[in-house]
């Protein structure tokens, strides 16, 4: 029996399916390697999917947190001004430095023509309020500080009256006086609140029942 090593029909008819081998084997490669891309290409586009998922979610956990942060800022911010207005409530009045520099000044305006046309002034706390009474003797030492005006002011700690805040007002109260409104603008400039709220005369000490004068009454806080 001839070697088929020895034929050449033999040879190659192998040589040819060898070549076909070859290149059914390269286009068995190709089609893998393309079906390996387009897998890589799935799996990646699934991942960047996920990620963007992931990255969407913390966004809006960020978000979230955010509003939560922001929303306690103003629960606390409430609450702080909350205790600060409670507190503000309870604490008693007090003429700052500031307000006690403005009125002083307003009143050496005030005062030369207070002194020319003979008005004077009366302070009047609330009876039996400490509060009340404190307060006003810090106007009553602010007013007389101007040395000048001091004889024409008056302190009358037994007033009776009911109301809360600060009232200035001239007696009679069937007149004008256009320093009445000077007082008041000097309170008002100093940032303290006040009422023109007329008192009658009966309300206030005997002693300090006077005409042409302007009072400064000061009531509960």
């Not at 009045?93 to 004077?120: C, G, N, P, V, W």
């Amino acid at each position: 029996m001839e070697s088929f090593w020895n034929s050449f029909d033999t040879v190659n008819i192998i040589r040819l399916i060898a070549q076909w081998a070859v290149a059914i084997c390269g286009i068995i490669a190709l089609v893998f390697t393309m079906r390996m891309t387009v897998l890589k290409n799935k799996s990646d586009a699934e991942k960047l999917k996920a990620d963007s998922t992931e990255r969407s979610q913390m966004m809006e956990q960020l978000d979230s947190a955010h509003s939560e942060a922001s929303a306690a800022k103003r629960e606390v911010k409430i609450a702080k001004e909350e205790i600060a207005a409670a507190k503000e409530k309870f604490l008693p009045r007090k003429i700052t430095m500031e307000q006690h520099q403005i009125i002083h000044d307003e009143f050496s305006k005030i005062s030369e023509l207070a002194i020319k046309s003979q008005t004077y002034f009366v302070v009047a706390t609330k009876i039996m309020d400490t509060e009340s009474s404190d307060y006003g003797k810090q106007i009553f030492e602010t007013i007389t500080s101007y040395k000048e005006l001091s004889p024409g002011v008056a302190f009358d700690p037994a007033h009776l009256n009911v109301f809360h805040g600060v009232s200035i007002f001239f007696n009679p109260i069937d007149k004008e006086s256009p320093i009445v409104q000077m007082v008041q603008n000097a309170f008002a400039k100093a940032g303290i609140q006040f009422i023109k709220k007329e008192f009658a005369m009966e309300t206030f000490s005997p002693n300090f029942r006077r005409s042409n004068t302007i009072f400064i009454v000061i009531g509960s806080k």
